[in-house]
């Protein structure tokens, strides 16, 4: 064998060393995406299978995985004010912009509230009193009281919120 022809096999091999190196990451990279879809699948059909975080008494899966889905699935202000608890609870901040009348949402504060609900602890909602927000009904008023965790110290958001409709679905437009 040639001197040349020992290096063009030296390169030869070197370019196949590179192309099976670039295969196998590629391989790598998409089992850990399947893994990682797998893991995002496994942990929301666990959720579904758990009680709604919004205290409705009904599964996850039943109950705010439907607006969570498919905001314009929902049929009452009550509704829209529970599914945006939960959203808070697991640190949904689109469906939280989206369940937002647009005059009144907090575009700008978005990563800070995302930061702060994921930084305390949920504890539980109570819906105290809704006037309207019913099928047919334009506006509608739910009183609530969300408890939650702050530093170690229990703490509470007592509001009459507001609803209306936009873009077809119910919106939370702002504390009465
Ligand atoms: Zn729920």
């Not at 060393?17 to 790598?28: A, G, M, P, V």
């Not at 005059?103 to 539980?124: D, F, G, H, M, Q």
């Not at 739910?142 to 229990?154: M, S």
């Given at each position: ?52 975080n919004c205290g409705s008494g009904n599964l996850y899966g039943d109950c705010c995985a439907i607006a969570h ?6 049929t009452s202000a009550e509704q829209l004010m529970r599914s945006r608890y939960t959203a808070y609870v697991l ?34 909602l109570e819906v105290l009193k809704t006037s309207n927000g019913e099928v047919g009904d334009v506006e509608g ?36």
């Amino acid at each position: 064998m040639s001197k040349q022809g020992k290096i063009k096999n030296g390169n030869n091999k070197a370019k196949h060393t590179k192309l099976l190196n670039q295969k196998k990451n590629k391989i790598r990279e998409a089992k850990a995406l399947n893994k990682q879809r797998l893991k995002t699948l496994i942990t929301k059909s666990n959720l579904s299978k758990q009680d709604c975080n919004c205290g409705s008494g009904n599964l996850y899966g039943d109950c705010c995985a439907i607006a969570h889905k498919n905001i314009e699935m929902v049929t009452s202000a009550e509704q829209l004010m529970r599914s945006r608890y939960t959203a808070y609870v697991l640190g949904d901040i689109e469906y939280l912009m989206k369940s937002h009348h647009s005059s009144t949402c907090p575009v700008k504060e978005k990563k800070e509230i995302l930061k702060w609900a994921k930084s305390v602890k949920w504890l539980r909602l109570e819906v105290l009193k809704t006037s309207n927000g019913e099928v047919g009904d334009v506006e509608g008023v739910v009183e609530f009281k969300a408890y939650f965790q702050e530093n170690g110290v229990e703490e509470v958001i007592h509001e009459n919120s507001k609803f209306n409709r936009e873009n077809n679905h119910w919106v939370y437009l702002g504390e009465v």
